[in-house]
């Protein structure tokens, strides 16, 4: 979790590009933002709008994104994200080691990339689709030619669903009270004193947006990130159990 001194720094960062933006009567980009600095700028969002800020990272489900400040209407021409996505897979998979998140990352890391270059990794039966800053991707794809024991080839791909679009497990969980911690914990069979220590972390959002309240209520459609679990979307309440209890279904991400 951040202190409030890195947070400060975040925002005047993000208040001087989108003064900038607004004063160049160009736009202006951050690279590829984490969630606990994407929560910095909501913030002050408010404070911002005059910038007409914009949020992507290669794709619906992405949760590292650029801010875009700058209003196509006022300056008189449209500029798209500098995002390329990229496809890493092996080149014989007969041979591929079981390659996860934490693999690919760290081949990329080991290339000297920072990570604000970098932005969500989606990974599907040892391929990987990364988002990149344009100005990175070919460095990435003339240099990352092995993750572990496994040789990969690097490509540039326009249509990333196939491993983007996540694998959903619906689950039914039964809790007291609909609270965000006590529904954690049914959902990665946590005691409550452990996923109260999540939102103590600054570990959990709600729908991209930092929570630090435990006891907060969800709604039907909310996404819950939980850095270090996973993802998943609370479908509602279904019904009541002879017991008091509330019966709840989700959808975990896989």
């Known amino acids: 979790m951040m202190n409030d001194q890195t947070s400060s720094e975040n925002q005047r960062r993000l208040e ?4 900038r933006s607004y004063n160049t009567g160009s736009f202006t980009f951050t ?3 984490s969630m606990a600095e994407l929560s910095d700028f909501y913030e002050i969002e408010s404070r911002l709008k005059y910038a007409c800020a914009k ?3 290669g794709c619906d489900l992405s949760e590292r994104k650029m801010i875009r400040f700058g209003n196509p209407d006022e300056l008189g021409y449209e500029q798209t994200f500098p995002i390329t996505s990229l ?3 092996p080149l ?3 041979f591929s080691d079981d390659l996860n998140h934490r693999d690919f990352l760290g081949a990329l890391m080991n290339l000297g990339i920072k990570r604000q270059m970098l932005g969500d990794i989606f990974v599907k039966d040892n391929r990987a689709c990364l988002f990149c800053r344009d100005s990175i991707s070919e460095y990435i794809a003339d240099n990352l030619t092995r993750i572990k024991h496994t040789s990969v080839k690097v490509s540039e791909c326009t249509d990333v669903s196939d491993i983007t679009s996540p694998t959903l497990t619906d689950k039914m969980i039964q809790i ?3 609270r965000l911690d006590a529904i954690i914990s049914r959902v990665y069979n946590l005691s409550r004193n452990d996923s109260v220590t999540l939102f103590q ?3 959990v959002y709600i729908n991209g947006r930092l929570c630090t309240e435990n006891a907060k209520k969800i709604m039907s459609g909310d996404l819950i990130s939980v ?3 996973g993802r998943f979307e609370f479908d509602g309440e279904l019904n009541v159990s002879k017991k008091g209890k509330l019966n709840c279904s989700v959808k975990i991400y896989r």
Do not use: M
């Open 176 to 178: 007291s009270s609909n």
């Open 16 to 19: 001087e590009l989108a003064k």
């Open 87 to 89: 496809l890493i897979e």
């Open 92 to 94: 014989n998979e007969k």
């Open 55 to 57: 949020l992507f990272g």
């Open 227 to 229: 850095r270090g679990y």
């Open 31 to 33: 690279d590829f933002l």
């Open 201 to 203: 972390s600054g570990l």
